[in-house]
């Protein structure tokens, strides 16, 4: 279980976000006020914090580089009714860790928390394991149950972001952003495709899929 | 931004007024020559005919004159007439009733003139004693009372001369008004021009869709200002409009964003209240669906808005278009393979190109995406990019149904669908296209729709 702070002035909003963390299982605090809010953040001791960028008593990118600079590093989401892509650099310059626009949905939000609460873990490693399935960051080859497996750059690229974040629900959104690198909408069902693809690959000659939907929000690599 | 042939050039519709000016300017010209020349033939007729007249008169007087006095005196006369006339132009002779030389300084008869005491015509003129022969005369011959004859002649040289010297003043004045005056026509005529080019360069920007630029006015405050001005506040007007009715439609995507979010939401926990198996799950999935693509909509309408409004040049550096094209092409081919559709990726080396980079990645992605919806299951489609005239040319071509020229202009406003695609009633929400325009529109490139024969469409970014 984990401690989150929900710093947000929109009352309905944040009971909203608050909602949906508390039903994935985590504490969550709510402040309405930027002064009130940093006070709270750099009293320490919470996984994560969801920041609004407009906040009374004190602007949400000010806050965030405040708490930056009194050394406390805990995640924050900023979340923003300012979609523009020089926003979310500004965001994302200013200390935050993720950035999301306004309006989203809630499931997208705690699907980008659950992110942050397990960054950090596992990073070092230079093998990737999700079940049978082995990925080798410096040979850059993948293995399922001994076989090798024949992937593309991207598709490389893509399984290593699942497998990273095994057992996660990743939307096709945080996936677009974190595998492209693009922040806008790619239309269509791009993304699907992609997974289509390296699911035929991954999963496909008999072994047990590990790469799962989750309905109506996105994907999820777990063991089976 | 323009959709090619759509809008007519400016160099062709300036080229088209500098020749009717010049045609203009010819005309008056030729005109006014031809006036002269009748003018010329005018004066000159009168005057030869007035000269003629005093001439003959002339003539008339001396014979009446000589044929009274006594003839004794004649031959004396005679002879005192020519050394009187210091010009050399009259002529006389003295016959006796068989034509044989008597007196004066002409020795004989000129053959063909009549002895009736009229004046008439002498082309050849006639031979003096002195040798010397004038070129065309007019004389007069009369029998006296002894039966001898009188000869009078008078050189026309001088009526001639006469002539020259009008037609001569008339040339000398007709190319001292006609240069001047096409001269200055020409100059005149370029001033209104030159200003009539400035206010076409001036509302380049409004054709390509910036409201916001205006007419140049001058201090003149003439009736090219007057109609400047006049537009001008047509322009405001017009900007006004459009401005409010893009904000109310704004507005209401915003405002209908949250509630559509909220609804989607519950739409999730519903879902997942319902568990596996549950067979209302795909109901309330395709509910969900058809909340991402409402959801959709809203969010490229917004956005568009957004390019529109930013102007922005923050998010501008050098970018690597070749590289760009490719991750497109990687981002989109497995979604041609579902379709069956042969997509090709052509790219020379490029130079480096100052834009913004993900922007220019979601425009060339739109418009792949778009070639990917309209070609048929088996077609082709071909995305290009290569240096053209020093400027990079970014090209997606499909080979689906085409989009007829009168509609391609239309293609780029928010929510138009071709009418002639039935194939796009399942293709995304209409705001692809207008949201590349946008994008091209920020970065200062054409974006234009053309033909990519013998069927299809071609899509191309001039950066």
Known sequence: MARILTIEDDAVTAREIAAELQAAGNEVDCVGDGRAGFERALAGGYDAITLDRMLPGMDGLELVSELRRAGVDTPVLMISALSDVDARVRGLRAGGDDYLTKPFAPEEMAARIEVLLRRGAGVRETTLRVGD???????????????????????????????????????????????????????????????????????????????????????????? | MNAGAASPRQDELSGRWRSSTKRLLLVYGAFFVAWTVVLIG??????????????DSILEQRLRYLSSVDRAHLPALLAATTQLDLRGLMASGLFDAQGRYLAGDIDHLPSGLAIDGRVHPLPDGVQRISGERAGRMHAVALRLEDGSVMLLARDYRVVDQVGAIIRSGLLWALSLTLV??????????????????????????VMRGDLGARLPVSERRDELDMLAAIVNR???????????????????????????TRLRTQLHRVQQLGGDGDPRNDLVERCIVEADALLDRFRALLRI??????????????????????????LYAPLAEEKDIAFALEADSLPPLRADGHLLFEAIGNLVDNAIKFAPRGGRVVLRAATEGGRVAIEVSDDGLGIPPEEREAVLRRFYRSAASGAAEAAGHGLGLPLVAAIARLHGYAFSIGDNPPRGTRMRLSC
Not at chain 1, 138 to 167: K, N, Q, S, V
Not at chain 1, 191 to 197: A, K, M, N
Not at chain 2, 240 to 258: W, Y
Request: with cysteine; glycine share 12%; net charge positive.
């Open chain 1, 133 to 224: 399935l082995e990925l080798d960051l410096i040979a850059r080859t993948a293995r399922r149950g001994g076989t090798a497996l024949d992937l593309l750059p991207l598709e490389f690229r893509l399984l290593e972001y699942l497998m990273r974040h095994a057992g996660q629900v990743l939307t096709r959104t945080m996936i677009f952003e974190a595998v492209w690198g693009y922040h806008f909408d790619p239309g269509t069902n791009v993304i699907d495709v992609h997974i289509g693809r390296l699911r035929r690959k991954v999963d496909g000659n008999g072994f047990a899929s590990l790469i799962h939907t989750v309905r109506g929000c996105g994907y999820a690599m777990r063991a089976p």
């Open chain 2, 42 to 55: 005018a004066i000159r007729w009168q005057t030869a005919n007035y000269l003629d007249g005093i001439v």
């Open chain 2, 180 to 205: 001047p005056g096409l001269l200055g026509g020409y100059l005149l005529s370029r001033g209104p021009l030159r200003r009539v080019r400035a206010i076409e360069t001036a509302i380049q920007p």
């Open chain 2, 234 to 260: 047509m322009l405001e007007q017009i900007e006004r409009l459009l401005g409010e009715v893009k904000g109310v439609s704004d507005s209401i995507a915003h405002d209908l964003r949250t509630p559509l």
């Open chain 2, 305 to 330: 808005s957004e390019l529109e409004d930013i102007g922005r040049r923050a998010g501008f550096g050098v970018v690597d278009v070749g590289e760009t094209v490719r991750r497109v092409h990687e």
